[in-house]
């Protein structure tokens, strides 16, 4: 693979999560999470990508968003439980995307507000359509997937340097 390939990243928030006075990290899926996961994964798996990695933040309510909804897609892809994924800020997010090899054409990140609608508009230099307004417009809901392409290496990632193609929710 040439360093000028287009790639993919699929940003998935976690689905809908109980409320909790205990330890957030330990969340699980309210019950609409539970059921919109797996219609993401559909979603995601007839989008056609076939994410070679996963990264996942180690949150109860994202690895249970990923569990339920990797059962969906035709392959499985390698899973990284991410330690850093968790309440990252925009520039932690973008060093771990800057971190993954050349080797990976599509990966799916899984994780948290606001990072991952930050993530998502930070690096959308472009968009088809009213893609961006839209995405915007919503607020990254729970379980609800951006898709962005970009070329070149994962460590030239930086602001703006994607095409927002996909934005999807199970509640829009």
Known sequence: MSSSDTRRIVILRHAKAEWSDGDDHERPLAERGRKDAP?????????????????????????????????????RPRTVYEDRMYEASLGELIALLNEVSDEVNDLVLIGHNPGMHGLADALAGESEGDLLARMNRSGFPTAAIAVLTFSGSWKDVEH???????FWSPHA
């Open 39 to 75: 219609v993401a994964g559909r979603w995601l798996a007839g989008s056609g990508i076939a994410p070679g990695l996963a990264m996942c933040s180690t949150s109860a309510r994202t690895r249970e968003t990923w569990k339920l909804a990797v059962h969906e897609l035709p392959e």
């Open 160 to 166: 703006g340097v994607g095409r927002l193609i996909a």
